[in-house]
T-cell receptor, first 116, second 112 residues
Framework: NAGVTQTPKFQVLKTGQSMTLQCAQD?????MSWYRQDPGMGLRLIHY???????DQGEVPNGYNVSRSTTEDFPLRLLSAAPSQTSVYFC???????????????FGAGSRLTVL | GQQVMQIPQYQHVQEGEDFTTYCNSS?????IQWYKQRPGGHPVFLIQ?????EVKKQKRLTFQFGEAKKNSSLHITATQTTDVGTYFC????????????FGRGTQLTVWP
């Protein structure tokens, strides 16, 4: 059982380049999300999805696109990379239901992105 | 704006001292979760609190949920070097399906 798998682990981009961070989970979780983590800023939500075909914006969505064509995959696209997008990116997923045990997130190992 | 306030941002303690981090929300929460992130690692779920006034223990860690379900704390008794990391609270407001609101975290350093 792999859990949440993120690729690549490390990436260096030049300003203006585009790329996609991949995220896949094998737990049949409905909810998937992308966070970025910067020093002193904690985890900030970029985009999230509560099921295939449904996506919504989080706190810091500008410059990023997502899609959810399958339950398993939730790729994050950087359209035109900027130095301000240098960060560590985490994908996380969970079941969605009410009550005890709801929404407990499983995180991927992270993707460290540097934009020059 | 910041949905969940977490303090302190940093805490440095000597091994054997106690440590506490606090989370506060302006709104009543459905539940609150705590995560730990080791240096260079990813956040890992520790515990979830659901009931008003709930207290849960995991060995030297004690988690509390306030009576009004607006605040929570994590207390570590007699810290060890293995406790090093950043501790995050994550609030479920029950308003948006699946979405959690993370505090900024408390980075704990333990001197041997």
């Amino acid at each position: 059982n792999a859990g949440v798998t993120q690729t690549p682990k490390f990436q260096v981009l030049k300003t203006g380049q585009s790329m996609t961070l991949q995220c896949a989970q094998d737990m049949n979780h409905e909810y998937m999300s992308w966070y970025r983590q910067d020093p002193g800023m904690g985890l900030r939500l970029i985009h999230y999805s509560v099921g295939a075909g449904i996506t919504d914006q989080g706190e810091v969505p500008n410059g990023y696109n997502v899609s959810r064509s399958t339950t398993e995959d939730f790729p994050l696209r950087l359209l035109s990379a900027a130095p301000s997008q240098t960060s560590v990116y985490f994908c996380a997923s969970s079941y969605v239901f009410t009550g005890s045990g709801a929404n407990v997130l499983t995180f991927g190992a992270g993707s460290r992105l540097t934009v020059l | 704006g910041q949905q969940v306030m977490q303090i302190p941002q940093y805490q440095h303690v000597q091994e054997g001292e106690d440590f506490t981090t606090y989370c506060n929300s302006s709104t009543t929460l459905s539940n609150i979760q705590w995560y730990k992130q080791r240096p260079g690692g990813h956040p890992v779920f520790l515990i979830q609190l659901v009931k008003s006034g709930e207290v849960k223990k995991q060995k030297r860690l004690t988690f509390q949920f306030g009576e009004a379900k607006k605040n929570s704390s994590l207390h570590i008794t007699a810290t060890q070097t293995t406790d090093v990391g950043t501790y995050f609270c994550a609030a479920d407001r029950g308003s948006t399906l699946g979405r959690l609101y993370f505090g900024r975290g408390t980075q704990l350093t333990v001197w041997p």
